[in-house]
């Protein structure tokens, strides 16, 4: 089944301890990104990837990493967490062009900074 | 500065009924593309409209775009209480690989 999957679902956590959380996708598709949305301001994206190698900031990069070593594979990196990251996160994938192209989301994960 | 913006923020209608929801933008755009967002859940997608196109159809779905106002419209026909979710917006940004989402109209379908 062609699908994108994250992990962890839901995380609680506390302010400064690193996380990372996975995203990996089955269709082959170039393209990547995170997006996190918070009530009354939808979802914002921030950070993307066209392909293996190649990232690039979205609107709220701050606080955020990424790396694109697999092209399956794009982790996002929280190094030194704080309780404004507390939001729900969501990773998307695409064959082409974010442009004209259908992007495939994940289930989202839930984190939580205490 | 936010893309694309949904109105109404919510909608309630009866079972049956249509359902309109639109969509405003600022900047000019490549296409522009409607999801659906069960709650807490991943967005899925719905229909894509090129900027050179009018009105676009999919199932009880009928997209339209409006270049020259920069907005765009999602009616859902005869509604069924499984189109209960968030509607979403989102737009490209010429010449930037960015999809910029709206903030979505809560969409809820009474028995």
């Known amino acids: 089944e062609a699908q994108v999957t994250q992990n962890p679902r839901y995380l609680i956590t506390v302010t400064g301890k690193k996380l990372t959380v996975t995203c990996s996708q089955n269709?082959?598709?170039?393209?990547m990104s995170w997006y996190r949305q918070d009530p009354g301001l939808g979802l914002r994206q921030i950070y993307y990837?066209?392909?293996?190698?190649?990232?690039d900031k979205g609107d709220v990069p701050e606080g955020y990493k990424v790396s694109r070593k697999e092209k399956r594979n794009f982790p996002l990196i929280l190094e030194s967490p704080s309780p404004n990251q507390t939001s729900l996160y969501f990773c998307?994938?695409?064959?082409?062009?974010?442009?004209?192209?259908?992007?495939?989301f994940g289930p989202g994960t839930r984190l939580t900074v205490l | 500065s936010q893309q694309g913006e949904e109105d109404p923020q919510a909608l309630s209608i009866q079972e049956g009924e249509n359902a309109t929801m639109n969509c405003s933008y600022k900047?000019?755009?490549?296409?522009l593309q409607w999801y659906r967002q069960n709650s807490g859940r991943g967005l899925v997608h719905l229909i894509l409209?090129?900027?050179?196109?009018r009105e676009k159809h999919s199932g009880r779905l009928r997209v339209t775009l409006d270049t020259s106002k920069k907005s765009s419209s999602l009616l859902i026909t005869a509604s069924r209480a499984a189109d209960t979710a968030s509607y979403f917006c989102?737009?490209?940004?010429?010449?930037?690989?960015?999809?910029?989402f709206g903030q979505g109209t809560r969409l809820t379908i009474n028995p």
């Open positions: 989102a737009t490209d940004r010429r010449g930037a690989q960015k999809l910029v």
């Open positions: 990837s066209m392909n293996v190698e190649v990232t």
């Open positions: 998307a994938s695409s064959s082409g062009l974010v442009s004209n192209t259908e992007q495939f």
């Open positions: 409209i090129r900027s050179n196109e």
């Open positions: 269709m082959n598709h170039e393209y």
């Open positions: 900047t000019s755009i490549n296409n």
